[in-house]
């Protein structure tokens, strides 16, 4: 079975849906849109953005942000509320794991009132890489801790908050960035340790994770793996590890193929991660030259990624009845002990 939608996530340039993207996007059919910082002004704006690209496709295209809190998240206050970094509540678990649960599954649903309020239903979010020590590496603030349970525990009550706020989560960076401490933006980190090692630490919390449908890949080589190819752009990667040990059967979608990680022009980069056999290439900076490079290589959605994507729309959640004032108390009380 093929779709017309195609097997691509794009950026958008501005705060406002241009003439040109309206007819590039009403041509080439992306499966979804992804906004970053330089798409949003006020609320109001951003509601408006949303429609504008859903209108452009003719259906209701998911729409992705990355809203981790701390330093990446794209909405801001004083638009929302100033959400922690991750490992300003995975301290608070050696000594109080059970308060360090409740502020993450707080933070992941008030979070997801803000995303579902403006029509955004996916964020990428939470991070399950683990540095090997604590606030180490290009993940740093961005990780709930360096042991797996740590990890897991914390990003499970994140991704369930956000489920509980209509937004569906996305896992990333499997296999795992933390040991790649090279920053993937400009550089290709290259992580060197044992299969072993990796299968006990790093994997751990992709594979224990519950009732995710949606994984970002990372663009880092594990040599124990394949010395050759990052993560992302790896048939063996992807076929051993995140499908066969990992045992994730969601929908995979790369890392920001605009990454300098990456080496090549925009089409070969595109091509390359989708001949690891992800499901989705991801494409962000809203360039226009580049986002049809993309549409170009990209092909139809078909086959198991087609059911993978349409499981995804089908899955969205409707948020539940949480009494979003006492909750931002709360996690205002809990903040207030770290």
């Known amino acids: 079975m093929t779709d017309t939608r195609k097997a691509m996530i794009l950026g958008l340039s501005g705060p406002v849906l241009t003439p040109a993207e309206k007819a590039f996007f009403g041509a080439a059919q992306p499966w979804g849109f992804i906004l970053f910082g330089r798409n949003v002004e006020s609320l109001e704006q951003v509601r408006a953005l949303v429609e504008d690209a859903r209108s452009a496709v003719g259906w209701q295209a998911p729409v992705l942000i990355d809203q981790e809190g701390g330093t990446v998240r794209r909405l801001r206050p004083p638009l929302v509320r100033d959400y922690p970094a991750a490992d300003v509540i995975g301290a608070l678990f050696a000594e109080r794991p059970e308060v360090a649960r409740e502020a993450a599954w707080a933070t992941g649903r008030l979070m997801a009132a803000d995303l579902f309020a403006l029509g955004i239903d996916i964020d990428c979010a939470p991070v399950l890489d683990m540095p090997p020590e604590a606030g180490s ?12 349970q740590q990890v897991t525990t914390m990003a499970q009550a994140v991704a369930d908050g956000l489920v509980a706020g209509g937004v569906q989560p996305v896992v990333k960076h499997i296999p795992g960035h933390g040991r790649g401490f090279a920053d993937s933006h400009k550089d290709l980190p290259v992580v060197d340790a044992p299969l072993e090692v990796l299968r006990q630490t790093d994997f751990r919390p992709f594979s224990e994770l519950q009732g995710i449908r949606m994984a970002m890949t990372c663009h880092c080589v594990f040599s124990a793996v394949d010395p050759y190819f990052p993560a992302s752009a ?3 990667v992807m076929e051993e590890i995140i499908r066969g040990e990992i045992g994730f059967d969601g929908l995979v979608m790369s890392d920001d193929i605009s990454m300098n990680a990456l080496s090549g022009d ?3 980069r595109a091509k390359a991660v989708l001949g ?3 499901d989705i290439v991801l494409h962000c900076n809203g360039v226009m030259a580049e986002m049809e490079m993309v549409a170009g290589v990209a092909p139809a959605l078909s086959g198991a990624s087609l059911a993978r994507a349409n499981d995804v729309i089908e899955a969205r959640p409707a948020p539940d009845d949480a009494d979003l004032a006492a909750l931002g108390r709360k996690l205002d009380d809990i903040l207030a002990m770290a």
């Open 137 to 148: 590496g290009f993940i740093a603030r961005r990780a709930y801790g360096s042991t797996p």
């Open 234 to 236: 790896s048939r063996k």
């Open 266 to 268: 925009i089409a070969d």
């Open 276 to 278: 690891s056999g992800l």
